[in-house]
């Protein structure tokens, strides 16, 4: 289990940095593909096998297939990509600074406590674990995003309607 953990850990941050450092949009996609199978796989780990297919599904099928599409619906290569001055490589080395001393300084003034778990709990990832919290800790949140997409749903009908309302 612990031999399981780190492969798909390792496998996830490599996948990951070939995402940032791909040449090829395309390529980019393909390992953001295998980035979130390799999420799936640690959600499978711990035993939320749910929550791992619904990963897969959601992120690795619709959405990948989505940025595919736009990606070659754009036909984003590196020979159309205008020039930057000198100067903007500068700023990104810059920001890339302050962004790693940012998370050292975070990490660093971050306390980690762990507290030992007595007893493994099988019913952890389970549906009817987060069907239970979903709807009675977090009822209000629950229905507040329900709102928000029922407001984005009636906005995209207004929008694509071509007539008026």
Same mark, same amino acid.
């Given at each position: 289990?612990?031999?399981?953990?780190?492969?798909? +850990? =390792?496998?996830? $941050?490599?996948? @990951?940095? &070939?995402?940032?450092?791909?040449?090829?949009? %395309?390529?980019?996609? *393909?390992? /953001?593909?295998?980035?979130?199978?390799?999420?799936?796989?640690?959600?499978?780990?711990?035993?939320?096998?749910?929550?791992? +297919? =619904?990963?897969? $599904?959601?992120? @690795?099928? &619709?959405?990948?297939?989505?940025?595919?599409? %736009?990606?070659?619906? *754009?036909? /984003?290569?590196?020979?159309?990509?205008?020039?930057?001055?000198?100067?903007?490589?500068?700023?990104?080395?810059?920001?890339?600074? =302050?962004?790693?001393?940012?998370?050292?300084? &975070?990490?660093?003034?971050?306390?980690?406590?762990?507290?030992?778990?007595?007893?493994?709990?099988?019913?952890?990832?389970?549906?009817?674990?987060?069907?239970?919290?979903?709807?009675?800790?977090?009822?209000?949140?629950?229905?507040?995003?329900?709102?928000?997409?029922?407001?984005?749903?009636?906005?995209?009908?207004?929008?694509?309607?071509?007539?008026?309302?």
């Amino acid at each position: 289990m612990e031999i399981a953990f780190y492969v798909l +850990a =390792v496998s996830a $941050i490599l996948s @990951a940095l &070939a995402v940032v450092f791909a040449k090829s949009p %395309v390529y980019s996609v *393909l390992w /953001l593909i295998l980035t979130f199978f390799t999420i799936a796989g640690q959600y499978v780990l711990l035993n939320a096998q749910f929550l791992a +297919a =619904v990963h897969v $599904i959601v992120y @690795a099928g &619709a959405i990948m297939v989505l940025f595919l599409f %736009v990606i070659m619906l *754009l036909n /984003l290569n590196i020979a159309t990509e205008p020039v930057k001055p000198v100067y903007m490589r500068a700023y990104e080395i810059v920001g890339g600074c =302050v962004l790693c001393l940012t998370m050292v300084a &975070a990490i660093h003034t971050s306390s980690f406590e762990f507290t030992p778990v007595n007893a493994y709990d099988n019913s952890i990832g389970t549906i009817e674990k987060l069907g239970v919290t979903l709807y009675n800790n977090y009822i209000f949140i629950f229905e507040v995003s329900s709102l928000l997409f029922l407001a984005a749903m009636i906005g995209a009908v207004i929008l694509a309607k071509k007539g008026d309302i």
